[in-house]
């Protein structure tokens, strides 16, 4: 788009499209299991649900990225340099210390992508009442307007939300 080789198409289209989308593949028996994932029951991406899960899981070469629940790591992306580094005992690699508001972050950035949503339990044992109330406090608008659903403990974008989940997304962020 940005070299003009290729045209953007209008929201409304868009919208009309991936909405036909969602409702045939529902019909064929495909859950929507991500914004951007469908799959049949049991035949959902292992690699890409861990993500959205907040599994641990070890990147091994170059560019390889890693997270272990307190920090992401990443390795060089450089063959040779990585290669030296694991010869020498010294992995090159980068990390990022996850302080709590990075982690609710990321649990409500990557959660509320699925169709299992984010649990206010969940929060509140992970990060405190106070981020758990800023969450309620934040979701109640987008509740209002039938963007997100609340099922029992449970926070989950409704089908309308799905087409603005990065504002919702944004608005219940920690800042």
């Not at 003009?4 to 991936?18: A, N, Q, R, Y």
């Not at 990443?74 to 990585?82: A, D, G, K, Q």
């Not at 609710?104 to 959660?111: A, C, L, M």
């Not at 109640?140 to 409704?158: A, E, F, R, V, Y």
Request: aromatic share 12%; glycine share 10%.
């Amino acid at each position: 788009m940005e070299a003009g080789k290729v045209t953007p198409i209008e929201e409304d289209l868009s919208v009309t499209l991936f909405s036909t989308l969602i409702n045939r593949l529902t019909e064929a028996g495909y859950l929507h299991y991500e914004i951007s994932n469908f799959g049949r029951p049991g035949y959902f991406s292992r690699h890409n649900s861990s993500y959205w899960t907040g599994t641990k899981y070890i990147g091994i070469g170059p560019s390889a990225h890693s997270y272990n629940g307190e920090s992401r790591q990443w390795n060089i992306s450089s063959l040779p340099r990585y290669l030296q580094g694991i010869k020498a005992g010294i992995p090159d690699i980068e990390i990022e210390e996850l302080d709590i508001n990075t982690k609710y972050n990321d649990f409500i950035i990557t959660g509320l992508r699925t169709m299992w949503g984010v649990s206010f339990a969940d929060i509140q044992t992970k990060f405190g009442r106070k981020l758990l109330s800023y969450c309620q406090k934040q979701a109640q608008p987008h509740i209002n307007q039938g963007l997100l659903l609340q099922t029992g403990d449970k926070l989950i974008l409704s089908k309308s939300g799905i087409f603005v989940s990065d504002g919702i997304m944004s608005d219940l962020l920690w800042v």
